[in-house]
């Protein structure tokens, strides 16, 4: 008991101040377990085989806007509120059969949330956070192909990217 409260008290714990969410409704209220099940274009992350599903072209074309209304109090100051507007979150996607049932193909492109925060330079908050501005985002090419009825296989490549830029006044 000793040694894991000594390795414990060694460890060093680390916090973010932003979260890269899933992406797609269904796979949202499963709690992400939408893999075998997935018949959309969240496919193309999750689970590259089952492209082959689609019976026809699939288009995915969504824009949501995250803003998030934080206000930040200090004891003896003037509360603040977060300045900066919303951030717009674009995800896209299309996927075709090559040979429908046998061979297709999609790509994409997800933006994950990153709402920005802005405050006063001489706000309460100014030792902790000034501004905040998270973009990222995922794209990626998938195949999806059958050599036989019951099997289907699938692989894909993808780039993800993260841009993270906070200030504060020290």
């Known amino acids: 008991m000793s040694t894991i409260l000594l390795l414990s008290s060694l460890l060093d714990a680390q916090a973010a101040g932003f979260t890269l969410a ?3 409704t269904r796979p949202m209220g499963r709690a992400g377990a939408a893999v075998v099940g997935v018949d959309d274009l969240s496919a193309i ?3 590259p085989a089952a492209v082959i599903r689609f019976a026809r072209p699939q288009v995915n074309l969504q824009l949501a806007a995250a803003h998030q209304r934080v206000r ?3 004891s003896g100051e003037a ?3 977060n300045e900066a507007g919303p951030q717009l979150i674009p995800n896209l996607g299309y996927a075709n059969g090559i040979i429908p049932g046998k061979l297709s193909f999609a790509v994409g492109l997800v933006s994950p949330l990153g709402a920005p925060l802005a405050y006063p ?4 908050q100014r030792f902790t956070q000034v501004e905040s501005t998270l973009r990222s985002g995922e794209v990626g090419a998938v195949l999806a192909w059958r050599p036989i009825e019951g099997l289907s296989v699938g692989a894909g490549v ?3 990217f ?3 830029e906070q200030s504060l006044v020290s």
Request: charged share 25%; hydrophobic share 25%.
């Open 121 to 124: 330079e001489d706000g309460p």
């Open 79 to 81: 509360p603040v509120s």
């Open 158 to 160: 993808s780039w993800t």
């Open 162 to 164: 993260l841009w993270l």
């Open 22 to 24: 899933g992406e797609g």
């Open 45 to 47: 992350r999750t689970n």
């Open 72 to 74: 930040f109090t200090r």
